[in-house]
């Protein structure tokens, strides 16, 4: 019964350095998307998905790649980070069907040093 | 633009108050109203929803929210908070963009709640 499994949990960069974040659901979502939350503003949406193979830009997508290659899977990839990128990441995922609520991960704290 | 309002960014509460968390939303048209919770180092759950029928929504936890279409709001309430409920709330609506298109959700910034003893 795992629902929204994110990978790290805790990650601390320098600035400059790469790294990727994993999303793995397994309850054969169609739609998974990639918010950060910082205090003060909620959450934002960077980029989204709505099936394998297809992404799209968010509300903030400026410094971060995406890619769903498998349905169950959605990376989130920093390909040079910032002290900008300091944040709070959360992974969700819904149906297909209308007024589906999203179910989130547990969230992953990365630092940029 | 879309946007979400939730009034206040802090409400502090005595056990056994009641509470009310206030969200306005910017559009009219159809919407899909959501409640989450967020507690401490965890990811968001879903409290409650509105998608039609009954503007008044029971949730998880004895917490509902009332749906008013022409006030734009959707205000959360319970009648009597516990320790527990000490958490972060966050309204999100989803919006019909066009017939068959896609749905955006759009959260408002949260409102902490502490509930004291």
């Known amino acids: 019964n795992a629902g929204v499994t994110q990978t790290p949990k805790f990650r601390v960069l320098k600035t400059g350095q790469s790294m990727t974040l994993l999303c793995a659901q397994d309850?054969?979502?169609?739609?998974m998307y990639w918010y950060r939350q910082d205090p003060g503003m909620g959450l934002r949406l960077i980029h989204y998905?709505?099936?394998?193979?297809?992404?799209a830009k968010g509300e903030v997508p400026d410094g971060y790649n995406v890619s769903r290659l498998k349905k169950q899977n959605f990376l989130l990839g920093l390909e040079s980070a910032a002290p900008s990128q300091t944040s709070v990441y959360f992974c969700a995922s819904c149906g297909r069907r209308r007024n589906q609520p999203q179910h989130f991960g547990d969230g992953t704290r990365l630092s940029i040093l | 633009a879309q946007s979400v309002t939730q009034l206040d960014s802090q409400v502090p509460v005595f056990e056994e108050a009641p509470v009310e968390l206030r969200c306005n939303y910017s559009?009219?048209?159809?919407?899909?109203l959501f409640w989450y919770v967020q507690y401490p180092n965890q990811g968001l759950q879903l409290l409650l929803k509105y998608l039609s029928g009954s503007t008044l929504v029971k949730g998880i936890n004895g917490f509902e929210a009332e749906f008013n279409k022409s006030q734009t709001s959707f205000h959360l309430r319970k009648p009597s908070v516990h320790i527990s409920d000490t958490a972060e709330y966050f309204c999100?609506?989803?919006?019909?963009?066009?017939?068959?298109?896609?749905?955006?959700?759009?959260f408002g910034k949260g409102t902490k709640l502490t509930v004291n003893p």
């Open positions: 998905s709505v099936g394998e193979g297809t992404t």
């Open positions: 309850m054969n979502h169609e739609y």
């Open positions: 559009s009219s048209v159809s919407v899909y």
């Open positions: 999100a609506v989803s919006w019909i963009l066009t017939q068959g298109g896609s749905e955006k959700l759009v």
